[in-house]
Structures are given as C-alpha cells and as structure tokens.
C-alpha cells in the first residue's frame, strides 16, 4: 500500500510539472499498420498534403515509431551512432512548436506562435542534432537518416504522406524552437493526409 501511494505522488508530481501548453500523448500503440513487406512498396515520397489535422493518437505512434523508447533500458526505435542519443524531435503543429519527450511520451511547448514551415501538413517534424553529444556531423546526418526512414516507413504502413527536407531556413528555425548554441536542425520531415 504505500509504494502504491509514493507512485501516486510520483504520478501527480510528474502531471504537475505539464504546463496548460504542454501534450501528453496517449499510450502508442505499438501494434497494427500494414505488414513490413507491404509498407516497403508503399513507401514514397509525397508533398501533397490537405492540411487536415493528425489525431492525437496518430501523432503520439508517429512520434514513438520515429524515435521513441522501445525498451526497458531507454533505447530507441531508430539506432544511434555509439547510441548518443544526439537526436532530438520538434513538432510543428499549427497552434505552435513543440519539444517531443521519449521518457515522459509528451509533448513540451517551446513556442506558441504559429509557423509557415508547411501549410499544408499536419505536423512538420525537425530533426535537431546535440554536437555536444555527437561532434561528428556526419554521424547525426546518419542518424537523422534512421529516423527519417522510421517516419516514412510509419507513414507508408498508415495511408500518411512525408517528404525529408535539407532546404529551410535554420536560423528561423532555430529562433522558432529556442535551439541552443550547440543544437542544429539538420532536416524537417512534414507529414500529413495525401491529398
């Protein structure tokens, strides 16, 4: 009875810290989709989008399926170079920026003005490198790449279009998320509904 009672405290502390901003996504589900075979011949890029909102749900398995946690010990769905972990998510959503959070499956408001990253996605999500946790670019381009693939492969198994993007403008980019010196937006990855 009473661990039952320090884990409710620990439940409450941690639903404390949420701002009114802030998201927590729903459980994932971590089941379903078309088979493997099936989404590799229908994975394709496609930059036609309607505009038309993700579920909350749909954004909480995108999320989780493009680098979330998938194992007791903390490690993620798509691999990282000597696992550092340097890879971090940001979700444009239409209402503001969001800072994705694998431990707690949230999202974390970073800026609540709206963005022209895509108009016609349902979120576009920023693939931002630490240098402070992988100083070799060219093991984050990697990285960035594993995940890029999860979000495709994700999109293709759910009827969802994506497009990977290297061309955007970083330092706005940078400003909208409130980046550190030693964080870089290395691609953007919108996605939404096919139109």
Known sequence: MKMQSVLTAAALAAGAMLTAADIQLPKPQISGGAPLLTTLARRSTNRNMDGKA???????????????????????????????????????????????????????????????????????IVLVADRDKQPGEKWAAVDCGFVGQNIYLYCAANNLATVFKGSFNADNLKKLLKLEKNQVPMFIQPVGFPK
């Open 54 to 124: 993700l579920s909350k749900q749909q954004l909480s398995d995108l999320l989780w399926a493009a680098n979330g946690i998938n194992r007791p010990d903390g490690k993620r769905t798509a691999p990282t170079a000597m696992n550092k972990q340097e890879i971090s998510l940001y979700a444009v959503l239409p209402d503001g920026a969001y800072r994705y959070e694998p431990a707690t499956h949230r999202l974390v408001e970073v800026a609540a003005e709206k963005s022209s990253l895509d108009n016609n996605a349902s979120v576009v």
